[in-house]
């Protein structure tokens, strides 16, 4: 089972760009689909972008055209870049990794400890 690491966050202005990496440990990571979900303070864990293992890229409607989910199986790393940033963005963000890229957070069984999106107006 991989285990995962996400950095990148920090605090920028909207309409910045911002790029997030989500590293993994193990030798198995070119097997698993990869997802990227958030969390807003108050709120539940929204589904934001999957990538399955052959490279099909799925994204939520609030962020279609402006975020892109991509992985590099040599590095074991997931991205997610991030641009027309949007107070609304603000979250926690948290990759995950599964067997099918859905939307549903229950398909994925290993998670990241989040970093932290803060967009300022």
């Known amino acids: 089972q991989v285990q995962l690491v996400e950095s990148g966050g920090g605090l920028v202005q909207a309409g910045d760009s911002l790029r997030l990496a989500c590293a993994a440990s193990?030798?198995?990571?070119?097997?698993?689909?990869l997802a990227w979900f958030r969390q807003a303070p108050g709120k539940g864990r929204d589904f934001v972008a999957a990538i399955s293992q052959n490279n099909a890229a799925y994204y939520s409607g609030s962020v279609q055209g402006r975020f892109s989910i991509s992985r590099d199986n040599e590095k074991n790393t997931v991205y997610l870049q991030m641009r027309s940033l949007k107070p609304d963005d603000t979250a926690i963000y948290y990759c995950?990794?599964?067997?099918?890229?859905?939307?549903?957070?229950?398909?994925?069984?290993?998670w990241g400890q989040g970093t932290l999106v803060t967009v300022s107006a």
């Open positions: 193990g030798r198995t990571f070119s097997r698993y689909a």
């Open positions: 995950a990794a599964g067997t099918t890229a859905t939307r549903r957070p229950d398909n994925y069984n290993t």
